[in-house]
Every structure is written in structure tokens, then in C-alpha cells.
């Protein structure tokens, strides 16, 4: 039976990840890197694209899921009527070859088991060429153009129908080894792996860091599990953090809103700096920072809005056709045309996680506000453009509130960096531009007749990034205008409970078909909620969005409340992040944390008044 997008879990090493389905299948692996071509994209096709199933050869057996406390690596627990079996799956921190390890252990009785492994390099097209690994070395190694696997097995394989196969029996205590290795075709294969020495080093790894995680009162577990799941999304050799490991899982079933997320957007990736400091990881942030600030060097023009995970910045998109997509949601996209698209808010988003980060102790240099100055520079110039705004609709550019919103939350920031630290800068006139931007939104943006912010200058409707308002310290979350926003929000985009970005039958993005709620904003109508006094809708709302998480915890980018399925590119750093955020909003109560969430320290502020003050 085909998987929903529920039944997989994540396992990875922080240069790339796989998905694990719930029968033991992975069918989605990118190897070396998140960005690199599929051996594995089953997810994205048929079993023929490539996958790796391990499991019982009994049809349907009983699954339970989990990870060990604390880490990525993950027991699926197979009841069979022979007996019991337990699969453990995880990639070790890498130390030369990546490698995916799989290890079945006989937990009662005696159980059949079928392993079946297909590799189809470059998105499940290439058929590769496999040999037998030389005698005392049981396994194959399989080479297409550039790429090789290598198979090393502690049970007999034979070829079948293009496949790798091996049928085997598995006792009570008995336990058996499978590695798989990635490396360049031109090198020498890769040396077996130690099996043990890097569990053990993997495992100590993913506690010690999940250890640190600071408490979230009676959330802890749920923010500790989505931070383990946003560190898995890092790039650890530069700092970069994709938006979600996948491509083209569909927005809505059959549909084409399908979009590559193996990218690091500059907006998903301040958000989670901002929420790896709430959780304590201060040196994650510091190597987030550092990626931002090597990656947005050069020409202020030039910034994007996402680059790849080294800092690339073409990342053209192209359609796999050979694909026939998720539930058949076709096209599959690689690359993503928004990188050319301009979107005002990053510039809030930068100079307030930098600001943020500052607060918590990690200096900004001489060099890092050069830079910061430059782009405000730039901005200066550029604000008044109307963009494509965060929901990156494919139509055309409007004056997008929150934008604008994020324009001033950058000249915001920029002065209370001068005020706070003593950084130099043009104070007086950043300070008289964040008050004609401030102005200007309230005259533009905000609707009197319906008493709320609208989506955009001129327009009737809302969208869910109004929410963020509060949070950013653009008004008091008592004020009127606050508070009207939020009620037309929870009259418009509520869908069962949840809340969707924006109306796609009431306004047009370029795209066709509809979509599910999205979860991020699902947190951000909690911390609205929570920040305005509704502590009870707040929590009972939180409550049920951490009801929706899988068996192990994982979050996709939206959801359909009525059919109860996950939807969207999975796992999503925007969900993780909003979950954190929100727990760490409804756990903290005191004046220190809405100034850590808004990033305004204690200062005169004559726009965003009372709620800092
Ligand atoms: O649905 C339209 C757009 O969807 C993607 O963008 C969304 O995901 C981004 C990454 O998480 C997020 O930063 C953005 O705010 C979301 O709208 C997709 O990448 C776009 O190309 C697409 O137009």
C-alpha cells in the first residue's frame, strides 16, 4: 500500500537525510549532499525509482516507531507471527564516506526477511552498473557516471530484475549489519565502516547536543524533538539550513504546487537561528551567522533571497519529468525559480536575527555591520518597490504589508543597534524613515472599515503573516488595530481550526489548485493568541497542532484537516521553528521573554509603544 507522508520518519547525518517509511523502505536519499540527485526518490515515483526496503517477508506486520531519547536514530519494531524484529536506522557523523546503516535485531522467535535494495542515481533514473565487492568483502558495488554505491552485507545477495536481493532468516539476539556507502566514481571504493565505534560516536553525538536544549516547561519533549529535527536540517560544513529535505511533495494532492525546499532561504534560516537561540545552541547560531555573512557578501543588489546550502545562487529550476510525482502531484521541480524574486521582509528578518543575536552574545563584528549598513543602503533605496513578499506568488509584485512591515523592523532594528551597542550609523535619518514607513503602513495597510491590517496596499483580504505583527513589535498587542487583525484572520483563513496562508479562491498567486492550512502559521495565530492575553485559546490550540505531529514527531509544511493528511515538503524547518517559538512563548511568561521573541530591548520607542517598553 502506498505511504502517506505521515508514515516516514528522518534519519541523517547533517550534510544530507533519508526518509524511512513505516514498512522499512527508505525512499528518498540525496547523496552527498540535501541538494544532490536522488539514488533514492521511490517518494517521488514508483519502487523502480529507487529505494531500500528491510523488512519482515510476513505481509502487514505490526510497526511501532521511535528514536532513541534524544537523536535521529530510529527503531521501527516489527511484530510478525513468527516473531519480533526491530530495525534500527541512522546515518553516522561523518568521518570520510557518508554511509547509511541498517541493523536488524532479532528481538523473539524467528523471523523471515526480505532486503531489497534499488539504486537509480540522478532522481531515480540511472540503472547502474553492479559488481560483486572482491572475495572476503560480502557485497556489490554499483557505479553510474559519477556516482557509486557500495553494499556491504552480512547475508548472501543475488541480482533480480535489476535489484539487489537477499532473503534471511533473524533469531532472538541475533543481530545483522547492513552499510551502504556513497562515493565518487573515480575513487577508490570506500573502507567498511566501524559499525559500532560510530554508533556509539553518533549516538553521544545527538544526546549531548539534544541535552543542552533548554526546558519548556510541560513542552520540553515536543521542543527538544522538532530542535534535534532542525539540527538534522543544518549543513554542517557550512552553516547553511535547507527549508525541508525534499522536493515536490504536494501542497494539495494531484495538484502543481509542488516546489523544491533544498535550499536555504534567508527567511526559514533567521527564524531558526533565532529559535537555536531560544534553545541554547548559541555555536549553531554563530555558524548560521557566519554562512549569512560570508553568503550575502558582494553587491547589496545582489542579495537573494535563498541560496544553496554552500551559498550558490543559481538554482534554476527544471521539471524531472521521468517522475510521476507524489500521489501523481506532478511537476516534480528541482531548483527554485524564487531565488530571483525580490522579497522585501529578508532585510527584517537579517538585521533582526543579527540584532538578536548580538543581545545573546554573539558580537556583531565591524565587518558584519559594514555589510548590515551597505544593505541598508540598499533598502533605502528599494523599499518603497512593491516585491513578491513571503508567500512568493508567481503572478506579479504587490506592496506587501508585511514587507513593508519588515522594512521598518529593519530600520528598527538598525537604530536601536546605534542605541543599544554604540554602533555607528546615520541615526536620525534611519529614525525618520522608520516613522514614514510606520506611517505609511498605517495609512495603506490597515483597513478601517474592517479594523485590520490587509494583505496588501489596496486590498480587502488578509493573510496569515498579519500574525507576525505583534511578535515583531511593529504595534502593542493591545492595540486595536492588533487585535481587529486577528479576529479578521481567525474569520477568513480558519479551516477547521487551522489557519491557511491566504485565500487562494479569493486572490490570485499564478498558480491553479488550492492548498492545505500551514502550520507555521498555525503557531503564529498561538503566539497571537498567547501575547494578547488569550492564554487558554493558546494553549488548547497548541496542544492540538503538537496532536498533529507523526508517531516520531515530524511536522510537513501544511495540513488537510478534513482529510487528516499531512501535505507539503516534509520535514519543514518553518513548522519546527514556529513549534519551538510557540513553546518557548507559552512556557516563558516574564517581560524578558517577549523581548527576547521581539528582539527589542528596554528603549524608548515611540512606534511600537507600550509592548516594549
Ligand atoms: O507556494 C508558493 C511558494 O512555495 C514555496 O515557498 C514557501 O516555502 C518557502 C520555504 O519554506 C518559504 O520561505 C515561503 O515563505 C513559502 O511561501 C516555494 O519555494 C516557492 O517557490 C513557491 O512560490
Redesign the pocket.
Known amino acids: 500500500m502506498a505511504l502517506r507522508i505521515e508514515d516516514y520518519a528522518l534519519i541523517g547525518d547533517t550534510e544530507t537525510a533519508a526518509l524511512v517509511g513505516r514498512d522499512g523502505s527508505v525512499d528518498w536519499l540525496c547523496w552527498p549532499r540535501f541538494d544532490s540527485g536522488a539514488c533514492f526518490a521511490a517518494l517521488l515515483g514508483s519502487p523502480d525509482h529507487g529505494r531500500w526496503r528491510i523488512g519482515p517477508a510476513a505481509r502487514e506486520p505490526q510497526v511501532r516507531r521511535a528514536y532513541r531519547d534524544g537523536t535521529i536514530i530510529l527503531e521501527t519494531c516489527f511484530e510478525t507471527p513468527e516473531g519480533a524484529v526491530m530495525l534500527v536506522d541512522w546515518m553516522p557523523v561523518r568521518n570520510g564516506a557518508p554511509h547509511l546503516v541498517r541493523q536488524v535485531i532479532g528481538q523473539r522467535g524467528r523471523v523471515p526477511m526480505r532486503m531489497e535494495l534499488t539504486l537509480r542515481f540522478d532522481y531515480g533514473r540511472d540503472v547502474p552498473w553492479v559488481t560483486q565487492l572482491p572475495d572476503g568483502d560480502e557485497g556489490i558495488c554499483a557505479i553510474a557516471g559519477p556516482d557509486m554505491a557500495v553494499l556491504r552485507s552480512p547475508v548472501p545477495l543475488r541480482g533480480e530484475d535489476m535489484r539487489t536481493v537477499a532473503e534471511f532468516e533473524v533469531a532472538e539476539g541475533q543481530s545483522l549489519t547492513f552499510t551502504l556507502a556513497y562515493g565518487p566514481s573515480h575513487l577508490p571504493v570506500p573502507p567498511p565502516l566501524d559499525a559500532e565505534a560510530a554508533a556509539a560516536e553518533t549516538e553521544a553525538a545527538w544526546r549531548d547536543w539534544a541535552g543542552k536544549v533548554e526546558e519548556a516547561g510541560p513542552w520540553t519533549e515536543a521542543v527538544r524533538r522538532s530542535a534535534v529535527t532542525l539540527k538534522a536540517l543544518t549543513y554542517r560544513p557550512t552553516g547553511g539550513i535547507v ?1 525541508a529535505p525534499t522536493t515536490s511533495l504536494p ?1 494539495w494532492p494531484g495538484n502543481e ?1 509542488n ?1 523544491d ?1 533544498r535550499y536555504c ?1 534567508l ?2 534560516a533567521t527564524f531558526t537561528l533565532l529559535a537555536l537561540l531560544r534553545t541554547g545552541h548559541v555555536e549553531d547560531a554563530r555558524a548560521w551567522r557566519d554562512w549569512l555573512l560570508r553568503t550575502t557578501m558582494g553587491s547589496p543588489s545582489q542579495v537573494q533571497i535563498m541560496y544553496g546550502i554552500a551559498g550558490e545562487r543559481r538554482l534554476s529550476e527544471w521539471q524531472v519529468d521521468w517522475l510521476p510525482g507524489f500521489e501523481g502531484s506532478k511537476p516534480v521541480r528541482v531548483g ?3 531565488h530571483r524574486q525580490l522579497q522585501l521582509d529578508i532585510y527584517g528578518e537579517l538585521m533582526d536575527a543579527l540584532h538578536q543575536a548580538h543581545r545573546r552574545g554573539l558580537a556583531i563584528t565591524p565587518a558584519a555591520w559594514d555589510l548590515q549598513r551597505s544593505l541598508m543602503d540598499h533598502l533605502e533605496k528599494v523599499w518603497e518597490e512593491p516585491d513578491e513578499g ?5 503572478d506579479r509584485r504587490r506592496c506587501f504589508t508585511h514587507s513593508k512591515v519588515m522594512a521598518w523592523a529593519a530600520l528598527d532594528r538598525a537604530v536601536r543597534g546605534i542605541e543599544a551597542f554604540g554602533l555607528e550609523g546615520p541615526l536620525d535619518r534611519w529614525r525618520a524613515l522608520r516613522k514614514t514607513i510606520h506611517a505609511e503602513i498605517c495609512d495603506k495597510g490597515y483597513d478601517a472599515d474592517r479594523g485590520s491590517f490587509v494583505r496588501s496596499y489596496g486590498s480587502r483580504e488578509v493573510d496569515a503573516s498579519l500574525l507576525l505583527l505583534p511578535t515583531i513589535g511593529f504595534l502593542p498587542p493591545e492595540d486595536p488595530r492588533i487585535r481587529g487583525t486577528i479576529a479578521a484572520v481567525e474569520q477568513d483563513l480558519l479551516t477547521d481550526g487551522l489557519v491557511r496562508r491566504y485565500r487562494t479562491e479569493h486572490v490570485s ?1 499564478g ?1 491553479s489548485g488550492r492548498e492545505g492550512a500551514f502550520l507555521a502559521c498555525s503557531f503564529w495565530l498561538v503566539d497571537a493568541y498567547a501575547l494578547t492575553g488569550r492564554r487558554a485559546e493558546a494553549v488548547a490550540l497548541y496542544e492540538r497542532l503538537l496532536a498533529l505531529r507523526n508517531d516520531v514527531g515530524l511536522l510537513s ?1 501544511e495540513y488537510d484537516p478534513r482529510g487528516g493528511a499531512m501535505l507539503g515538503n516534509f520535514p ?1 524547518a ?1 513548522s519546527h521553528v514556529a513549534l519551538v517559538n510557540a513553546g518557548y512563548t507559552l512556557a516563558d511568561t516574564g517581560p524578558e521573554a517577549r523581548q527576547l521573541r521581539t528582539g527589542t530591548p528596554a528603549g524608548p520607542d515611540p512606534e511600537a509603544g507600550r509592548a516594549h517598553a
Request: proline residues 5%; aromatic residues 24%.
Open positions: 527549508a501542497e504546487r516546489w525546499y532561504w527567511r526559514d527554485n525559480n524564487a513571503l508567500w512568493e506568488p508567481r498567486d498558480l509544511e519543514q518553518f
